[in-house]
Every structure is written in C-alpha cells, then in structure tokens.
C-alpha cells in the first residue's frame, strides 16, 4: 500500500463502529459500552499494525487512560458547577477509545472538530425554528465520529 492509501485506510478503518455509535447515540442517547469497547479494541489492533508493537501498544492505551482521566473529570467538575451533567459517560468513554487511534496529539482537532459541527448544527437548528434551552440535549456521538475521522485524516494517529 502506498503511504497516502495506508493512512485512508487508517482513517476508514474505525468507520462502521462510528457509524454504529452515532446512530445509536441519535436513536436512543446513548453510546453502548460494546460500541466504545469494539473501538478501543479496534484501535488498539491498529496501533500494533504502525510501529513496535509493545511500544506502540503501550502509547495507545497510555493516551486511552489520559483521555477518560482528563474527560471524565471535566465531566464531573461541570456537574459539581451546574448540579447536571454535561457531557455523557459515553461520549467520554468514545473519546478515550478515539485517543487510542489518534493518540493524545490528536484529541484537540478531534474535540475542535466535533465541537465546531455541533455548535453549527445547533446554530441551524435554531435558524429553522427549533427552540433550545438549558435543559436541551444533543446527542454528540455522530459530531465525536466526524472529529475522529478528520483527525486521523489529517494525519495524527497513535
């Protein structure tokens, strides 16, 4: 395989467990944990077909662990501020899974990504007339897949 053919592989490789994440998340908000387990197990596969395998291994699930210690106590601290959560246990376990393909480097343009398309769909929500409030919810599963995607694409994987 040539490299540009490699690295689009990469990138479509975790594609039906997305799709399946974001489906679900829309249908009924939630992510399964088999869905978020299957993708970390995914990526943990792809990170060994990369590089040295212990090392590689190694540094995957090292940045898995980052991403849910770092996402889960976000989670937790915007609770303890506002009395709700804000973002779903599913959501954080996804992004851990996601960090595992992408290592740590590549959560920001992940998290960028999936933030900027959910604001935007929320904008165009708004502009088609659906009232939003506080208490709204958005299932962001399907903007989470489209960040990790972008990001292995630009380049940053495990």
């Known amino acids: ?11 479509l490789l975790p594609l039906p467990l997305t799709v399946a994440a974001a ?22 596969g792809a990170s060994l077909l990369r590089g040295p395998a212990l090392p590689q291994l190694g540094a995957s699930l ?10 889960w106590s976000l ?11 804000g973002l779903g246990l599913g959501d954080v376990k996804f992004i851990a899974a996601a960090a595992a393909w992408t ?12 933030s900027l398309s959910a604001l935007a769909a929320v904008g165009l929500a708004v502009l088609a007339g659906r009232r939003l409030d506080g ?18 694409l630009a380049g940053h994987t495990a």
């Open 103 to 114: 290592g740590l480097a590549g959560l920001p343009l992940m998290i960028l990504v999936a």
């Open 75 to 85: 989670r937790a601290a915007y609770a303890r501020l506002r009395g709700r959560t």
């Open 23 to 44: 489906t679900i998340d829309l249908r009924r908000r939630i992510i399964p944990d088999r869905v978020n387990l299957a993708l970390l197990v995914l990526g943990l």
């Open 135 to 152: 208490t709204s919810r958005l299932p962001f599963a399907p903007f989470l897949a489209l960040g990790l995607h972008v990001a292995l």
């Open 1 to 11: 395989m040539s490299p540009d053919l490699s690295e689009l592989f990469f990138a």
């Open 62 to 71: 090292a940045a898995a662990a980052a991403a849910f210690l770092l996402l």
